[in-house]
């Protein structure tokens, strides 16, 4: 052995000694350039960074660090990234999943104007409770979440000791709350939560989307993406084939020639969906060094045309444009496994398409460095490397389902599911130990869940029962819909429309 070999091995031995936590015998996922996976593998995290990721030694089984877990039966991996996502409506899941796409979004639509215009705040604070809690319990340790009051989200995944990137959605065609109040709330939340719980929460700006936001409006979020030059500007992009319609009747070619126009299509750009991008959109986002977050669940379940197009993923990959896994708005498919969303991406675009679209372990990076990647945070987390923060998930793979224990990227995509997640660890603190979630109390966040129903049953027109719901009628959801918004929403729409028929 060499003096320089020697001299290392002294050293990490000192190292595995002093740590605060080490993890032995796993089966460790790292993620890393190399796509390295451990048979027997040790993680050694110290003062919330991975200082060693490496085969199992003798000496890191009976080691003095604070903590030592036998990684005996276990998979070891990078916490789970939820590249796109809404939060407030949580406790409502289960009451759209058998409505039509009619009923489902305009009962939708009329429960967020209420919450746009303050009321619901019960409904929303337990919503965010209850999707920390199924959240971390389900390996997700990182979310971006776009929502209309999002301060109650950052507070209660911060103290969950969760990750999380939060923003308001702003919008002057979706909501009649006035354009100058959207912002003032905005403001205030980027002011108040930006950098909040030792960094873990972050603000984002977030323009709803390409098909409910005036010029006007996207002029301001750029005005307010400048004074704001660190945080992420995160949309709904290319979702629908009104996305380019109005981009028509906002004076621009398209969505994209839109967000060029105004100076928001650059790295900074996380676009959720993306489901209509054609060869040039996509080259001009890889250009941009833009992101996408894919989230195939909420379109597979609410498909309105069996021809329209799939987001193009591989296509995306391929010119080198990040691309992370969303679950969406959870609530309206009934799913908070963002495992699932990794098998419904393959199946989904297999069936569009033709078998092979995906290698299982690229759909292991898009759960995590990938979806890090999008966020920018790629340099902190995703992968399991020294040097990044101790973001780590436990999964128990003794389970019969995962003998044998070959080809683990599939058995992680197509066969894991949240309750598989045993451990948690975000900065190097647990979050939860063998299935005991340390950091949030479940008892009392499940009454205050079934508090809101109750309450937001009884002042509202909604039959939420064990049998399914009842939504309420289209004469009473028509009269809590949101006026002024919409309406011009759907002109500027039609008028565009006709322009593009008959020209004039």
Not at 122 to 136: C, I, M, R, S, V
Request: glycine share 8%; charged share 25%.
């Amino acid at each position: 052995m060499t003096p320089d070999a020697a001299e290392l091995g002294d050293n990490t031995e000192v190292a595995v000694n002093d740590a605060d936590l080490v993890v032995h015998d796993a089966v460790v996922v790292t993620v890393d350039e190399d796509n390295r996976i451990y048979r027997n593998g040790t993680v050694v995290v110290e003062d919330g960074v991975l200082t060693d990721v490496r085969t199992t030694r003798d000496g890191d089984r009976d080691c003095d660090a604070d903590r030592v877990i036998d990684g005996e039966g276990t998979l070891v991996m990078p916490g789970l990234v939820n590249a796109h996502t809404h939060l407030e409506l949580t406790p409502l899941i289960g009451a759209f999943s058998d409505l039509d796409l009619l009923e489902m979004m305009s009962g939708m639509t009329a429960i967020f104007g209420h919450i746009a215009d303050g009321e619901y705040d019960y409904l929303t604070d337990a919503g965010y409770e209850l999707a920390a809690l199924n959240f971390l319990a389900g390996g997700v340790t990182t979310v971006n979440s776009m929502d209309v009051r999002p301060s109650g989200g950052a507070e209660t995944f911060g103290e969950a000791g969760l990750r999380g990137f939060f923003g308001m959605a702003l919008s002057d065609l979706f909501w009649d709350v006035p354009v100058d109040k959207q912002f003032e709330r905005a403001r205030e939340f980027i002011d108040q939560y930006h950098g909040a719980y030792d960094g873990r929460i972050r603000a984002t700006i977030n323009p709803h989307d390409d098909w409910s936001c005036t010029r006007a409006l996207w002029e301001r979020t750029a005005a307010l993406a400048d004074e704001y030059p660190d945080l992420l500007v995160h949309t709904h992009l290319l979702e629908l084939e009104a996305s380019n319609t109005m981009a028509r009747s906002n004076g621009a070619e398209d969505s994209l020639d839109l967000l060029d126009d105004i100076g928001l299509l650059d790295d900074r750009l996380v676009a959720a969906h993306f489901r209509l991008a054609n060869n040039e959109d996509i080259q001009r986002t890889a250009d941009a060094n833009a992101s996408v977050a894919h989230c195939p669940s909420i379109f597979a379940y609410w498909n309105t045309d069996g021809d329209v197009q799939w987001t193009p993923v591989p296509e995306l990959r391929d010119a080198s444009v990040d691309v992370g896994l969303g679950i969406d708005d959870h609530y309206w498919h009934d799913s908070y496994s963002l495992f699932g969303e990794a098998r419904q991406a393959r199946l989904a675009a297999n069936l569009k398409r033709s078998t092979g679209q995906y290698h299982s372990m690229e759909l292991v990076r898009m759960l995590t460095i990938e979806g890090a990647a999008a966020l920018g945070i790629d340099d902190e987390v995703g992968s399991l490397e020294p040097g990044k923060c101790a973001d780590v998930i436990v999964l128990d793979i003794e389970k019969p389902k995962f003998i044998p224990m070959t080809n683990i990227p599939a058995q992680i995509v197509n066969n894991a599911v949240p309750a598989d997640v045993k451990t948690v660890i975000v900065d190097g603190d647990v979050l939860m130990r063998d299935g005991d979630v340390k950091t949030m109390d479940a008892d009392a966040v499940r009454e205050q869940v079934e508090s809101a129903v109750e309450r937001f049953e009884s002042e509202t027109d909604w039959e939420l029962g064990v049998g399914g719901s009842v939504p309420p009628s289209k004469l009473n959801v028509a009269h809590d819909l949101p006026k002024r918004g919409p309406s011009q929403l759907l002109g500027r729409l039609a008028f565009q429309s006709a322009k593009d028929q008959f020209p004039f």
